[in-house]
């Protein structure tokens, strides 16, 4: 049996404080080979703060690779001898999280699939009780903040100093450019309400596809995400899971080059008076805009009244086109795209119907 391995504990790598910390590897741990060789070309290239690798694999359908499973780890436990650096891996079962343990592994994360099933979680997290190990939880596959939050708290009850959140995008049944959806609002939302909790972004699951995954790294940069995780295969093309986009170490070293990354904050002086003075102006507008919506839902609701008052109804359709058609035509020479006008105009919509609805279904005295 194997016993457990002398390598120093998380605390000592000190990744926790890596900015943005790189968690690189393939998506799948297939043979000792290829596991060495992309860990050796990653620690050469100095592009990994910590190995990732999947052992067990969560598929889809059927018949697809599922991980070489618990001898994979052996492979993963070579890499941090070796080459000293920190190890990863996913985690879906008690099982899982135990054999992990026994191979050192520091880094555990829950796959998407896995956080959706809050058994499947709290079964991971009790197995996890007062192991000094990182835990990051990737968001569950449908766009669910509290499932996402439930999930993490359910880690940290059990006692975990060490957790962090992976942001992986939303499955839809759209066929898309990318594989999931980033709806980049969901981890924006995530960090307001747990604003000391690191948050990765995982662009290769996002994008599937390794040409979209500079631009969303690179979002991820400016949204001051802590860290990426980038899937990185010795030979991408021949990968057993997920090839179209994983990344070769001299693609990942192309594309982390490139990054542009900004600092959150600054003490400059000059800096901070002109943002302070343009962000007035911002909250400014943003008070006009209330007042502005405030009296446009008057003078709906006192349409609403009229309409009952002669037993119309409350959509219009023609109506409704000629207002769009003519804000459209109008926001472009403002240079407003039409996403953004179509978007703020439904919403307007919706909610001058919603008020007429409650106008016209009020039980009072029409004639
Ligand atoms: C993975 O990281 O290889 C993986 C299976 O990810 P997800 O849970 O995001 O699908
Ligand atoms: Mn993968």
Known sequence: METMTTIPALSSW?????????????????????VMATASALVKAGKVDVFRAGIWKPRTRPNSFEGVGAAGLKWLKQVKQEFGIPIGTEVATEKHVYEALKFGVD??????????????????????????????????????LELWVGAIERIMKAGVSHVAAIHRGFSSY???AFRNQPQWQIPIDLRQRMPGLPLICDPSHIGGKRTYLADIAQEAMDLNFD????ETHIDP???????????????????????VLRDED??????????????????IFDDQLLDILERRMQVAKTIGEYKKKHNITVLQTNRWQEIVNKAIRKAETKGLSHEFISV??????????????KIMNEADSRA
């Not at 021949?238 to 490139?258: F, I, R, Y």
């Open 107 to 144: 880094v555990l994360w829950v796959g998407a699939r896995t956080t959706v099933n809050p058994f499947a979680v709290q079964e991971i997290a009790n197995a996890l009780q007062g192991v000094d190990v990182m835990v990051m939880v990737k968001n569950p596959i449908n766009p669910e």
């Open 227 to 230: 860290g990426l995780m980038l």
């Open 14 to 34: 000190d990744i926790y404080k890596k900015r943005p910390l790189l968690m690189t590897g393939p998506c799948s741990a297939e043979t000792e080979e290829q």
């Open 344 to 357: 703020i105009l439904k919403a307007i919509h919706q909610e001058s119907i919603a008020n007429q609805m």
């Open 237 to 259: 093309d021949n990968a057993w899971s997920d090839k179209q986009q994983q990344l070769t170490p001299e693609g990942l070293t192309a594309l982390l080059d490139g990054l």
């Open 266 to 283: 600054t003490s400059d002086s000059k800096f901070v008076s002109t943002i302070d003075e343009l962000r007035s102006q911002i909250d």
């Open 174 to 176: 759209e066929k898309t």
